[in-house]
T-cell receptor, first 113, second 111 residues
Framework: GDSVTQMEGPVTLSEEAFLTINCTYT??????LFWYVQYPGEGLQLLLK?????DKGSNKGFEATYRKETTSFHLEKGSVQVSDSAVYFC????????????FGTGTSLTVIP | EPEVTQTPSHQVTQMGQEVILRCVPI?????FYWYRQILGQKVEFLVS????????KSEIFDDQFSVERPDGSNFTLKIRSTKLEDSAMYFC?????????FGDGTRLSIL
């Protein structure tokens, strides 16, 4: 079945460090891929998305490229800030069938000044 | 920007009691969803709702659960007889196509 595997956390970085959170997926066909962010005490917010192979999603300095050959959608940011501290979820939505999302387990990021 | 709103933010209920979690989806959206997140675990799909009926549901969504769209704006999740293992954060989401937009969640604590 469809699933998402995410790099386990927690991750602690110093401000301005480079961030990578790995995400790989298993799916039939060509799913859409998403990164959601959950700030402390808040709900899930869409961070970025990609709907087909080689698409790059980007938002707020974060980027992720849909790589079909490696079935990956790794999240990157060149210089993290304290305000980026949150839990990050990779998710996929199958191309066919229903509209449910499959989420990874989430990766907690703490950025220290 | 339009938002999905959920009430209450925190619900504490005795085991065996019924609980209703409420959601107001984004007004022009057509698909509605409930997910749950047990503490420290992944977000799990419960049910999707379209055109006034359930379109998909997971194994978690057993006979104790039901959903309703009682009017043009609300979307509710009812748990008939709560169990300790129902303690979780429950997220409502809505969409027109993809992606889904999520509310801030209701934390359900079963005592």
């Amino acid at each position: 079945g469809d699933s998402v595997t995410q790099m386990e956390g927690p991750v602690t970085l110093s401000e301005e460090a480079f961030l990578t959170i790995n995400c790989t997926y298993t799916a039939t066909g060509y799913p859409s891929l998403f990164w959601y962010v959950q700030y402390p005490g808040e709900g899930l917010q869409l961070l970025l998305k990609a709907t087909k192979a080689d698409d790059k999603g980007s938002n707020k300095g974060f980027e992720a490229t849909y790589r079909k050959e490696t079935t990956s959608f790794h999240l990157e940011k060149g210089s993290v800030q304290v305000s980026d501290s949150a839990v990050y979820f990779c998710a996929l939505s199958p191309l066919e069938g229903g509209n449910q999302f499959y989420f990874g387990t989430g990766t907690s990021l703490t950025v220290i000044p | 920007e339009p938002e999905v709103t959920q009430t209450p933010s925190h619900q504490v209920t005795q085991m065996g009691q019924e609980v209703i979690l409420r959601c107001v989806p984004i007004s022009n959206h057509l698909y509605f969803y409930w997910y749950r997140q047990i503490l420290g675990q992944k977000v799990e799909f419960l049910v999707s709702f379209y055109n006034n009926e359930i379109s998909e549901k997971s194994e978690i969504f057993d006979d104790q659960f039901s959903v309703e769209r009682p009017d043009g704006s609300n979307f509710t999740l009812k748990i008939r007889s709560t169990k300790l293992e129902d303690s979780a954060m429950y997220f409502c989401a809505s969409s027109l196509t993809k992606p889904q937009h999520f509310g801030d969640g209701t934390r359900l604590s079963i005592l």
